[in-house]
């Protein structure tokens, strides 16, 4: 995939603990969330190409960093010390501070992009950011939203399952969300596993997501066969589209600030 440099990443979250709140790269255990993840940034290249860029809660900073390939600048915002101090030291192409989401510490219409993937999740004050990202806008400017759907990520429940998101989404609220936070031109996608992730999805008892997860909830003890297949995922193994929303595994929003 064009920009990606997976050669460049082994390792890179070596100092970071999993803590199950961030995805960090060169762990082979957590191959399949990294390109889950790896995936939608790829997806933005485009949009941030020459342009001033804002990732709000930027994490362990691999997909900062892979902006930056292609953006005039980008500015990595995350409200963990430690992991802002360990992406600016990884990362020195990116401008990397510690702040909080909901009092962005940039002025009115400084950046032409706001990238915020797998974040909004984990914001008690949802509405409130995304009038912060609306607020550092210039006109025109993009904003790029993911998180996981509330409808597959946590069926059947109000509440989340991860104890580290505060309020999860369906594509519909996301939508809502974004629009009532005064952006224009909303679009929301979908990321589905392609053909190959679904066949492994059959090997292992009908999802390869329940069959990684019960590793964790139990004895910790990776099958052989699994964690080849989970090492072996690539970011070309999912599918990100509009339509069939609710069937989705994480949302995109892609809107603009009038």
């Given at each position: 995939m064009p920009g990606v440099r997976s050669d460049e990443r082994t390792g890179a979250g070596a100092t970071l603990p999993l803590t199950g709140e961030r995805t960090v790269p060169g762990i082979t255990e957590e191959n399949y969330w990294f390109r889950r993840h790896e995936v939608v940034y790829a997806a933005l290249l485009p949009r941030c190409r020459d342009a001033v860029v804002l990732e709000a809660g930027c994490g362990e900073g691999y997909g900062a960093d892979l902006l930056a390939g292609v953006a005039r600048a980008v500015v990595g915002l995350d409200y963990d010390a430690p992991t802002a101090a360990h992406a600016a030291r990884r990362y020195p192409r990116v401008h990397v501070a510690r702040a909080n989401l909901v009092a962005l510490?940039?002025?009115?219409?400084?950046v032409d992009a706001?990238?915020?993937l797998q974040v909004i999740e984990h914001l008690w004050e949802q509405e409130r950011f995304l009038r912060e990202c609306r607020r550092v806008l210039r006109p025109g400017g993009a904003l790029a939203v993911s998180t996981p759907n509330r409808i597959t990520f946590s069926p059947g429940r109000d509440t989340p399952l991860n104890p580290f998101h505060t309020r999860e989404l369906s594509?519909?609220?996301l939508a809502g969300l974004v629009r009532d936070a005064g952006f224009a031109d909303v679009e929301v996608q979908g990321l589905h596993h392609g053909p190959r992730l679904r066949a492994l999805?059959?090997?292992?008892?009908g999802s390869l997501v329940d069959a990684q997860t019960a590793v964790v909830l139990g004895d910790g003890t990776w099958p052989a066969d699994l964690l080849r297949d989970v090492a072996?995922?690539?970011a070309d193994d999912f599918v990100l589209r509009a339509g069939d929303l609710d069937a989705s595994l994480d949302l995109l929003a892609l809107a603009r600030r009038p």
């Amino acid at each position: 995939m064009p920009g990606v440099r997976s050669d460049e990443r082994t390792g890179a979250g070596a100092t970071l603990p999993l803590t199950g709140e961030r995805t960090v790269p060169g762990i082979t255990e957590e191959n399949y969330w990294f390109r889950r993840h790896e995936v939608v940034y790829a997806a933005l290249l485009p949009r941030c190409r020459d342009a001033v860029v804002l990732e709000a809660g930027c994490g362990e900073g691999y997909g900062a960093d892979l902006l930056a390939g292609v953006a005039r600048a980008v500015v990595g915002l995350d409200y963990d010390a430690p992991t802002a101090a360990h992406a600016a030291r990884r990362y020195p192409r990116v401008h990397v501070a510690r702040a909080n989401l909901v009092a962005l510490p940039l002025p009115d219409a400084a950046v032409d992009a706001v990238v915020s993937l797998q974040v909004i999740e984990h914001l008690w004050e949802q509405e409130r950011f995304l009038r912060e990202c609306r607020r550092v806008l210039r006109p025109g400017g993009a904003l790029a939203v993911s998180t996981p759907n509330r409808i597959t990520f946590s069926p059947g429940r109000d509440t989340p399952l991860n104890p580290f998101h505060t309020r999860e989404l369906s594509g519909a609220e996301l939508a809502g969300l974004v629009r009532d936070a005064g952006f224009a031109d909303v679009e929301v996608q979908g990321l589905h596993h392609g053909p190959r992730l679904r066949a492994l999805d059959a090997r292992h008892g009908g999802s390869l997501v329940d069959a990684q997860t019960a590793v964790v909830l139990g004895d910790g003890t990776w099958p052989a066969d699994l964690l080849r297949d989970v090492a072996s995922v690539t970011a070309d193994d999912f599918v990100l589209r509009a339509g069939d929303l609710d069937a989705s595994l994480d949302l995109l929003a892609l809107a603009r600030r009038p």
